[in-house]
């Protein structure tokens, strides 16, 4: 269509995301975030191996009831996901929490997913595509970690402008994530081929739901243990960071692995609603986790 999405989101929208956080990010938060090396392994071990763990099992159940087979592949395909690049960065912003982390362990996770997530795709779902690394691995790299160095270069220019006139970063952040999820449901719905039971799509709904908000709570409850030592902030940044998965990467790495794959669009459809449904989720969550984070550093 007119928006062009595959030069526009692809490239523009992330990037633009990422030159935001690095514009409006303290230079000496973000490297204070780097060494805490404690958060970043539990946010990385909670996605990449006790989430799609976690969902196996689950679906080793479901596999007996009567919801389509591709829908409970897709919702495995989630399960394999890095983090996301966007959504949680905005979301642990817009609560107050360690934003410096969840930009690590965005930027991060990606990166580890490039390697990951197609060996855990192949691990549980199987398939015999070759992926290419380099190229997705070079696009992350653009997309990135570039931006986020140039806005940090930027701001070092115009930082007393910056603290002075205080831009409304969070809300740019929002409005080209909410670009990115529109072209991402017109392109899959907009498939011929896509064979929906509503059943179906409306069990996968529930349980998507279901484990968002378990997990959550789960990282919550593990995160706020007395000898965690991890402060209220840093709580909010594992919070989104372990529980959110990537449409951006996911997307064109499962048109990689399952190229040439008759089902495809069904595989996709629980990542579609799951991006959206974390950043719903999310947003009706910021009052709540927002006051809990105040009263807990009183």
């Excluded at 960071?241 to 990689?256: E, F, Q």
Aim: proline share 6%; net charge positive; hydrophobic share 50%.
């Amino acid at each position: 269509g007119p928006l062009k999405p595959e030069i526009t989101i692809t490239y523009i929208a992330v990037s633009a995301i990422f030159f935001n956080s690095g514009l409006s990010l303290k230079t000496e938060e973000l490297t204070s975030a780097l060494m805490h090396v404690k958060l970043h392994l539990f946010v990385q071990i909670f996605t990449l191996v006790f989430f799609p763990t976690a969902i196996w099992l689950f679906l080793q159940l479901l596999s007996i009831t009567p919801v389509n087979e591709w829908l409970l592949k897709g919702l495995q395909t989630v399960g394999c996901m890095p983090p996301p690049v966007s959504s949680a960065v905005i979301l642990t912003k817009a609560v107050g929490g360690n934003e410096a982390a969840a930009i690590f362990n965005s930027a991060f996770g990606s990166f580890l997913g490039i390697i990951i997530t197609p060996l855990l795709l192949l691990l549980f779902l199987g398939s015999s595509s070759s992926v290419p690394f380099t190229s997705i691995f070079s696009q992350l790299f653009m997309t990135v970690v570039v931006p986020l160095i140039i806005g940090q270069i930027v701001r070092r220019y115009i930082k007393d402008w910056l603290e002075r006139k205080k831009p409304p970063f969070g809300a740019i952040s929002s409005c080209v994530l909410l670009m990115i999820i529109y072209t991402t449901f017109c392109d899959t719905f907009a498939n011929p081929n896509i064979d929906l039971d509503k059943f179906s799509l409306i069990i996968i709904v529930f349980i998507i739901f279901s484990v968002q908000l378990s997990f959550m709570f789960l990282t919550f409850l593990f995160s706020t243990r007395n000898n965690s030592g991890f402060t209220a902030a840093d709580t909010v940044a594992i919070i989104f960071c372990s529980t959110h998965k990537s449409l951006t990467l996911g997307i064109p790495m499962l048109k990689i692995v399952f190229a040439g794959y008759e089902h495809l669009s069904l595989i996709s459809v629980p990542l579609l609603i799951y991006h959206p449904a974390q950043i719903l989720l999310g947003s009706l969550l910021v009052p709540t986790i927002k006051s809990w984070m105040v009263s807990r550093q009183k």
